[in-house]
């Protein structure tokens, strides 16, 4: 999708944030070579392994969809092996949902697709560069989540709770204890 042919360009910086997030969320959003789920798929594995086993309902308010279809989408990955119902502790009459190791798998599988076309896509960068950047939209998207939250009522979105563990689980390695050790 190149939206640029017409020979508009953004009139101010803001606008150039809109449009580079417009054009570049769709690609992320999109299967990857490799991928077996599609991204509404994949966004159920992301949020399970964020916050761990949820009920339904829970899951669907993450999500910010209704429970017929997170319903919908739990049926199917719970036929493709990657999430399983187990009994509620707090309430014999519920299920939680939660991640099997196949999910789980899946999961870091698609998000090393992701993370290495993000990658390919700072080729060149300098190490201090990506760090920037990485600084910049970790405090751009914690300032859009404190507005929305705020404007909605919201407690901490759920993709902070557990996104930076998750992260980590994700990386190389030798990458982590770099980290560890600065």
Do not use: Y
């Not at 789980?104 to 560069?129: C, N, Y």
């Not at 990506?130 to 910049?136: P, Q, V, Y």
């Amino acid at each position: 999708m190149h939206v640029n042919e017409s020979g508009w360009a953004p009139q101010t910086p803001v606008e150039g944030v809109l449009h580079a997030f417009t054009r570049i969320g769709r690609r992320l959003k999109s299967k990857q070579p490799g991928d077996t789920i599609d991204h509404s798929a994949h966004l159920v594995l992301f949020v399970l392994r964020c916050n761990g086993a949820l009920r339904l309902s829970d899951l669907a308010g993450k999500m910010e969809i209704d429970a017929s279809t997170a319903s919908r989408h739990v049926r199917a990955l719970e036929q493709a092996g990657l999430v399983r119902r187990s009994a509620d502790p707090d309430d014999g009459r519920a299920f939680r949902v939660e991640l099997t190791e196949q999910g789980t798998a899946e999961w870091e599988a698609a998000s090393k697709r992701r993370m290495e076309l993000l990658s390919q896509a700072m080729d060149g960068w300098t190490d201090t560069d990506i760090e920037t950047f990485e600084k910049l939209m970790t405090r751009f998207a914690d300032g859009v989540t404190s507005l929305v939250d705020a404007r909605d009522g919201a407690s901490k979105a759920w993709a902070d709770k557990g996104w930076a563990a998750a992260a980590a689980a994700a990386r190389p390695k030798d990458t982590q204890n770099v980290e560890n050790n600065a």
